[in-house]
């Protein structure tokens, strides 16, 4: 069965760098989303991308963070500047037309 | 706004023993229900969804959970636990407003005793 593949697996970075979180969706996807798990705490939506632009963001998605889909088959999550505060489990999750959202197994990134 | 309660932060049961979740949902149309299990460290797998038709669905690892509209409710259930059960459970609900996503619980974490 096809899966949605994330790197890297874990990620420590330095306040104030810049991370970018990789996605590899499953092939017939249409849609994309991005989703943030503190930890201890409830999974909560970032962001979702349909047609090479964003079609919904939450208002944890601020101009921080950006999204791309560059050549058809990565989907990026970008942080520019991370803060302590983005230390988080990020799930992409695909899917197609009505159907279920599928998870990617998760990147852990650490900010310090 | 669409919302998800799951009212237990945490339950243990006895392994052989039976288990209820329980999630309420709120939600102005038909739903796409779903519960999804989290080990520790790990990613999100999806048990069982519900997204029309039968209001019992059945699901991986011998959990069926139950739509009931009239209680804005989508229990889970397992009739026998394993000790391997013990995870946190995620009750979650797809939504189709300006595209769709999936808004979750805050989670019950289930703890297994022999």
């Known amino acids: 069965e096809p899966e949605v593949t994330q790197t890297p697996s874990h990620q420590v970075t330095q306040m104030g760098q810049e991370v970018i979180l990789r996605c590899v969706p499953i092939?017939?996807?249409?849609?994309f989303y991005w989703y943030r798990q503190i930890l201890g705490q409830k999974v909560e939506f970032l962001v979702s991308?349909?047609?090479?632009?964003?079609?919904?963001k939450s208002e944890i998605f601020d101009d921080q963070f950006s999204v791309e889909r560059p050549d058809g088959s990565n989907f990026t999550l970008k942080i520019r500047s991370t803060k302590l505060e983005d230390s988080a489990m990020y799930f992409c999750?695909?899917?197609?037309?009505?159907?279920?959202?599928?998870f990617g197994p998760g990147t852990r990134l650490l900010v310090l | 706004a669409q919302s998800v309660t799951q009212p237990d932060i945490h339950i243990t049961v006895s392994e052989g023993a039976s288990l209820e979740l329980r999630c309420n949902y709120s939600?102005?149309?038909?739903?796409?229900l779903f519960w999804y299990v989290q080990s520790p460290g790990q990613g999100l797998q999806l048990l069982l969804k519900?997204?029309?038709?039968?209001?019992l669905v059945q699901g991986i690892k011998g959990f069926e959970a139950e739509f009931k509209r009239s209680q804005s409710s989508f229990n889970l259930r397992k009739p026998s636990v394993h000790w391997s059960d013990a995870a946190e459970y995620f009750c979650?609900?797809?939504?189709?407003?300006?595209?769709?996503?999936?808004?979750f619980g805050a989670g019950t974490r289930l703890f297994v005793k022999a």
């Open positions: 999750a695909g899917t197609a037309v009505g159907e279920t959202q599928y």
């Open positions: 092939s017939n996807h249409l849609y």
């Open positions: 991308f349909y047609n090479n632009e964003i079609s919904e």
């Open positions: 939600y102005g149309a038909t739903p796409y």
């Open positions: 519900y997204f029309s038709g039968d209001t």
């Open positions: 979650a609900v797809g939504t189709n407003t300006g595209g769709f996503k999936t808004i």
